[in-house]
């Protein structure tokens, strides 16, 4: 048994942490069990034997982050007796009905203005007469919206990460930030809530460029908030939203001829994300969780539908330079250990899908379509069948955990 186990986490380090080879020289496995170390040959910072892991490998997603650290480093003796806790005996749904699912529409969106703060916009030259706009963020909330309305009529619960377009995952848009972080008790709060650093608030004395203040501070206390939400609301499955972009057409002026869909799970986190004790046990929840495996599942099923219904092929690893450089493939085509914050935050099964190129030619036409009208804005027909692409690789998915 403990022989098979060793073999196993040993492949899954190689599969998904391999990128960054200094990753794996925090761990050690053996006959007795995992260990974790503060640095590669430094002391030992957490042990845990096979017994443990078993008993932990199920529950550890659903430990929130603060009370995982203190049970594994100060108390570990009450393993077990805090194992047996009720409130982590947390069944997952087998079915759509009763089930918690919380979407992440990719971006902020709204305004032509604010897409261009947060670099998700663009204008695209179709002939001397016209030009097309697009705005991800929108793209995404749409998509998110629709989805979660196929996903509540089947019975599940719903969680958007941001109530509308233009409007963050802290309630706000970055505009009315701007002017809050002006008032010090606000920007003492957000350092409470731990989503800004001592040295962020530094940055808001000097001045900024918006697109700077957007991408230093702003933009990944935002992703901060979003992780944050997601796990406080312990979802069976996260959905992220994004619409892709051919990396190659900088500018995003002219369309380009070519489109791909792809998905990501987390892994190959670096050894920068191991510097501290947080970053650590959260790798050891990848590694001992089966939460990448599931994630692969369901974004697998996921790329199936986009790329059927949607006729976009799935891309090969040489399609995309990050695919090659970023990236490891995983046993599911299409889908790609990526080390993003949202991959590496949420804890849980989770896609994080990219199902087409919105600077292709025959795209960013149909995103712009008139099609059917979602809270009072027409949203093109090919944004809905983004949204039932979605539907449907959730629902195999879902079928799925009832023969397993
Ligand atoms: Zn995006």
Redesign the pocket.
Known sequence: MAQSEQEYYRKKLDTYFSKDHETARYFSITDKGITLYAEPEAKAEVTLSWREVDSLKNIISNIPGAELEKLLTEKKDSLYYYIKKDSLHYTHAQSLKGMKIAIDP??IGGTFHMGETES?CMNLMIDSTKQIELV?GNL?FFTAQLLKKKLETQGAQVMLTRPDTGISSLGLSFFEWKRKIKIRGYTDSLLKQGLITDKEIKLLHVRMEDKNLFSNVFGPMDLSERARKINAFNPDITVII???VNEKNLGWTRTSNKDYVMAFVAGCTTSTDLKTLQGRLNLLRLLISPDIENSVSLSSDVVTHLSTDLKVPIAKKTDASYLSEHCLSTPATGVYSRNLALTRLIHGTLVYGEPLYQDNEKECCLLTAPGENVEGCTVANRIALVADAYYKGIVDYVNSLTKK
Request: hydrophobic share 0%; charged share 25%; no cysteine.
């Open positions: 990719g971006h998700r991800e995404t994004h619409y892709n």
